[in-house]
């Protein structure tokens, strides 16, 4: 006799459930209202200012001249598409308008002959802003914004060109940048201008040429032929560090404080050769104030040289443990 074994099935449970289920897919496929809205249809697409909002250098936007590859006339934002090569008879970029950006994007702006990189040539203009790329091989400077106020230069490269490196002007500002090679100064930071965490080697000026009412801080300047970091008047020089300046020139400084009413504080300075009677931070000019320095490599005699009158801290020259509790005392070993 067959065995009747009971379904272990709910059927009211599962009812319930179902119904649950059927009632859920209903809730999901309901649609909103088939009744568009009053007014006129209007587009859902960006354009391509609107996605892309920045105007390429080429010669449709941009067009050059007999000096330049490219001439910015009117304020906006540019960007490259692709390395700019010079000639022998022209520039890489003129920048010829106020309020003007140009994004290296990455790429090289490449010289052959002997004019600039990028230059602001007329001070008419102001606030330019570079970033991002390289600039080399110019016969003449790399990023010459001398002549305008108000720029930025931030994280460009500028190598072996025949003049300086890189110049601000007027309340400029340098930032992470690099300039190698070139002919003349490194960088030159002037009238109130800043350069922050940027490194100036074997340029066959000056390091960086610091002057009127300028700052350097946090900046590298390492075997340059002339002066690491030259200071006019009223600047501050502060945690930097300089290395080998002076190799195979005449005599030379790590740190050279030419003007009046300086403030040099905690930059170190390093050599490992003084064959040509170089120095550590040479002081003139009057009013300067130099304190918690270190200086190594040079002679006590050499280390800071000073004339004029100045406010300095001790210069201490004992090897061995720190004993001096001066808190401005200067160093050397």
């Known amino acids: 006799m067959s065995t009747f074994r009971r379904s272990t099935w709910n059927r009211p449970s599962m009812l319930v459930l179902a119904a649950a289920g059927v009632s859920g897919l209903a809730a999901l496929v309901v649609a909103g209202p088939l009744d568009p809205p009053v007014g006129p249809v ?32 009117e304020p906006g934002s540019y960007y490259l598409t692709a390395n700019v090569e010079g000639t022998l008879t022209k520039g890489g970029i003129e920048i010829a308008a106020s ?3 140009i994004d290296l994007n990455g790429f090289e702006v490449i010289g052959a002959g002997a004019q600039a990189g990028i230059r602001a040539i007329s001070s008419n203009y102001a606030n330019a802003a570079v970033y991002n790329g390289t600039v080399r091989n110019w016969g003449g400077n790399g990023v010459d914004l001398n002549n ?49 965490n940027c490194t100036a080697r074997a340029n066959t000026g000056q390091g ?22 030259e200071v006019g008047g009223d600047c501050v020089v502060t945690r930097n560090q300089v290395s080998n300046a002076g190799q195979g020139a005449a005599q030379a400084a790590g740190i050279y404080l030419t003007g009046n009413r300086n403030r040099c504080e905690e930059n170190a300075v390093t050599t490992v050769s003084t064959a040509g009677g170089d120095q550590g931070i040479a002081i003139s000019g009057s009013g300067n104030f130099v304190a918690r320095n270190t200086v190594s490599g040079y002679s006590a005699a050499s280390a800071f ?29």
């Not at 354009?47 to 001249?65: C, H, K, M």
């Not at 801290?313 to 004992?318: K, L, R």
Request: aromatic fraction near 8%; hydrophobic fraction near 35%; glycine fraction near 16%.
């Open 42 to 73: 209007s587009a859902s697409f960006k354009t391509l200012q609107q996605v892309e909002p920045r105007i390429p250098l080429s010669d449709a936007t941009t067009p050059g001249n007999a000096s330049f590859v490219y001439r910015i006339t």
């Open 99 to 101: 309020g003007v950006t």
């Open 148 to 196: 305008i106020s108000g720029s930025v230069v931030r994280d460009v490269v500028v190598a072996d060109c025949g003049g300086y490196g890189i110049a601000v002007n007027g309340g400029g500002l340098l930032s992470g940048c690099v300039a190698t090679g070139n002919g003349g100064t490194g960088m030159r930071v002037l009238n109130g201008s800043r350069a922050e």
């Open 208 to 229: 960086f040429y610091v002057t009127g009412a300028a700052t350097i801080s946090g900046c590298v300047s390492t075997s340059n032929l002339w002066h690491g970091i």
């Open 305 to 333: 040289p000073m004339w004029g009158t100045h406010t300095v801290g001790p210069v201490v020259t004992a090897t061995g443990t720190i004993t001096t509790t001066n808190p401005w005392a200067n160093f050397v070993h």
